[in-house]
């Protein structure tokens, strides 16, 4: 079992950047890979990027791609999300959420989720 609890909400401005973290319990997190997703108001929840156990690899939606950075410090339990040069198209609420198998980019492959946090960008 494995809970996530997301940070880092904010209100920024077009252009600006952002860092959202998550935090998850228990002592198996660096036996997971971590996902990033987000749900805009009234659109399905999509995905944003994946990194695998050890950190080594990720991969990111195209709409993010060369923006947004996936990083995670197992010493910490933790895994963060660095968004740059954010648009207003990137507003939403960013849910992190762990996984049993790398690359997963389908909610359906995620087993454990957090509650989210919202980002809004203003143009």
């Known amino acids: 079992q494995v809970q996530l609890v997301e940070s880092g909400d904010g209100l920024v401005q077009a252009g600006g950047s952002l860092r959202v973290s998550c935090v998850a319990s228990?002592?198996?997190?660096?036996?997971?890979?971590m996902g990033w997703f987000r749900q805009a108001p009234g659109k399905e929840r999509e995905f944003v990027a994946a990194i695998e156990w050890s950190g080594g690899n990720t991969v990111y939606a195209s709409s993010v791609r060369g923006r947004f950075t996936i990083s995670r410090d197992n010493a910490k339990n933790t895994v963060y999300l660095q968004m740059n040069n954010l648009k207003p198209e990137d507003t939403a609420v960013y849910y992190c959420?762990?996984?049993?198998?790398?690359?997963?980019?389908?909610?359906?492959?995620?087993?454990?989720w957090g509650r989210g946090t919202q980002v809004t960008v203003s143009s």
């Open positions: 228990g002592r198996t997190f660096s036996s997971y890979a």
């Open positions: 959420a762990a996984s049993n198998t790398y690359p997963a980019m389908g909610v359906s492959t995620y087993a454990y």
